[in-house]
């Protein structure tokens, strides 16, 4: 037998050749998102930023921030501030940290006795210089201070929220089925070490999946047949076929809330070979758990994948709803958890 050579590993999207220079680390599920899974012998970088335009930024931004909210660990780089809304209508600043700041303008003067009270708030700097500013010219007996000197000594405060905060989740098909096409597309091309389609026929497709979801639905009980121990605000990526009718069914679950499942492709001959890859990570743990679950392959095969959950669509909008209600107040325990756990006097009477 002949020596053999490894083939260069190729860009599934351009098919040019992967080099040092031009490889991308290829986050199947988004970074922001809690993803580790990233090899970097799949796409290019011109390649890779074309599909974080075409998806991975509405995927991320579906989330409404809930990363923040959670303190979900990232890979590289930290969570951003985000601003949300109390039940009652109160404008706050979630900090990385997950402290609350004010998140609009509070500007008050009012007399009590002999005093003047000026109460002052803002989220920046800047903006708290520019109100310092007004009060010294709404008041000639502030005419002499110094605002440079006051806002040298003003420090960001945590404020408390008595109400609960209101989180909005896109579960839209344009925000989210998307990158679940995606995150399929780049996981079986790395479990398979070969792409089913190139990046323009899935783009091509994209469109269609971004109007009506193409065969994606909602699977607000999880995966049918999935066997394995509860990982809170997993990541979940699982692709099986079916040899019998020769479906290719994939699965995704974004943080334990976005949990969507269907048919990802389809084979014109029958039977086919059997194809399973268990893909499970608890990004709070930073543990790839892929080796505790298994599947049911009888319950899995039982299912008919075009009807099973709920659809983008106007008959399934109450359920949808009610089910993205329920998985926004998982995340907002989760926030109140870390708040209490951060919190020193939490445990005090």
């Known amino acids: 037998m002949g020596n053999m050579q490894n083939k260069a590993p190729h860009c599934i999207g351009c098919d040019d050749p992967l080099s040092e220079g031009n490889k991308s680390d290829a986050h199947i599920i988004p970074n922001a998102l809690g993803g580790r899974l990233a090899p970097d012998d799949l796409i290019c970088r011109t390649c890779n930023s074309v599909l974080d335009r075409a998806v991975d930024n509405a995927l991320v931004k579906a989330f409404g921030g809930a990363q ?168 979940k990526i699982i692709v099986r076929s079916i040899p019998q009718t020769g479906e290719m069914i994939g699965y995704v679950e974004l943080l334990g809330t976005f949990r969507i499942g269907g048919i990802y492709a389809k084979s014109e001959q029958r039977p086919t070979a059997l194809i399973e890859h268990v893909y499970v990570h608890d990004p709070f743990e930073n543990k790839d758990r892929s080796a505790e679950f298994s599947i049911d392959s009888t319950m899995f095969e039982q299912v008919d994948w075009r009807t099973i959950g709920l659809g983008p669509v106007k008959q399934d909008a109450a359920d949808l709803e009610e089910a993205m209600r329920v998985a926004g107040e998982r995340l907002a325990e989760k926030y109140t958890a870390r708040s209490a756990a951060d919190d020193p006097t939490s445990g005090e009477k």
């Open 68 to 235: 923040t909210l959670i303190g979900l660990p990232r890979q590289r780089g930290k969570n951003p501030s985000i601003d949300l809304r109390t039940e009652s209508g109160k404008r706050v600043r979630v900090q990385p940290d997950g402290n609350l700041t004010l998140s609009e303008i509070q500007y008050d003067e009012k007399i009590e006795g002999d005093r003047r009270m000026i109460t002052i708030g803002a989220p920046t700097h800047k903006q708290v210089g520019q109100l310092l500013e007004r009060a010294r010219k709404n008041n000639p007996e502030l005419k002499d201070i110094d605002v440079n000197d006051i806002l040298s000594k003003v420090q960001p405060t945590a404020v408390p929220v008595e109400e609960s905060l209101l989180l909005r989740l896109d579960y839209s098909p344009v925000a989210i089925f998307g990158g679940v096409m995606v995150a399929l597309w780049l996981f079986i091309a790395h479990r398979e070490r070969h792409a089913l389609e190139n990046l323009q026929s899935m783009l091509s497709r994209l469109e269609n999946i971004n109007e009506h979801g193409g065969m994606f639905r909602y699977l607000p009980d999880g995966l049918p047949g999935l066997r394995g121990p509860q990982v809170d605000y997993s990541n």
